[in-house]
């Protein structure tokens, strides 16, 4: 029987358990999938337990804030997660912590499934240059879009995403938004522009190419601001909830030995929660 958990600080928000617990429920398996709140002064005491075997756990999700430093703690990172420098997913294989980055896969498999032919765009503009925008920039990268402009309020930080990301991200300020969205075929909002109640910019959708895909990783509302200002203005939405929902399966079928499926039934299950 295995056991698994979410680590993060403050953790009670977490969907994460919902999400396992479902999957564990409808495959009939035994196991556990539990919510760790960490501080980030427990951090190294807690992934010591989970490498020497005390935890009891086989892996688990690793969350805001500490995405970054266990992906420094961890014994084997793949590829992928030392390119962004951080992790979500760990697991135990003799002895040591394994990890990745799944945020990536989510997004990707979330827009294949609800766009198809996303990617055949040589122009994507994403909003947004925090730890969350990176694991969508190198996604969006590897699926062969040419031309990726990382657009933020705070270009330095946008620079910096380009510089480790390599030549096909442009850093752009936000000035220059309406100039890039002219015939770009994606457009990604990675920030909690009007979360908090401050006001939206207006942005023109409708220069973007025809069938052009506009997608938010933000999914408290379902239907960002962003989202309803271009789905009034025409274009084809994606929310975020899919990404959630995706980037959790890879760590399941790890430490549970089957692969989930993400079907209808799960998404009411989050939205009925929200
Ligand atoms: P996360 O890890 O969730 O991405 P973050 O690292 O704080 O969070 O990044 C938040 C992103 O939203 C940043 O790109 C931020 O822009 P800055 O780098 O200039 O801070 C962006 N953001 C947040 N509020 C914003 C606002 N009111 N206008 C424009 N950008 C905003």
Known sequence: VNHAFVAGYPIKHSRSPLIHGYWLKSLALEGSYGAQAVS??????FLQSLRDGTSGFG????????KERAFSLCDRPDDLS?????????????????????????????????????????????????????????????????????????????????????????????????????GAGLFINTTSLG??????????????????????????????????????QGLRIVDGLGMLLHQAAPGFEKWFGRRPVVDAALRQVIIDDM
């Open 40 to 45: 980030p002064e427990a951090l190294v005491g």
């Open 59 to 66: 892996g688990g999700n690793i969350t805001i804030p500490h």
């Open 82 to 182: 030392r390119e962004l420098g951080a992790v979500n997913t760990l697991w135990l294989k003799d002895g040591l912590l394994h990890a990745t980055n799944t945020d990536g896969y989510g997004f990707t498999t979330n827009l294949d499934e609800r766009a198809a032919g996303w990617d055949h765009c040589d122009t994507a503009v994403i909003l947004g240059a925090g730890g969350a925008s990176r694991a969508v920039i190198q996604a969006v990268r590897d699926r062969g879009v040419k031309t990726i402009h990382v657009v933020n309020r705070t270009l330095e930080k946008a620079r910096e995403l380009a510089d480790r990301f390599g030549p096909s991200i442009r850093a752009q300020a936000m000035g220059e938004m309406p100039d890039l969205m002219k």
């Open 195 to 232: 979360m908090d109640g401050t006001p939206v910019p207006q942005i023109d959708f409708t220069t973007m190419a025809k069938g052009a895909v506009v997608t938010d990783i933000v999914y408290v509302p379902l239907k960002t601001p962003l989202l309803a200002q271009a789905e009034t």
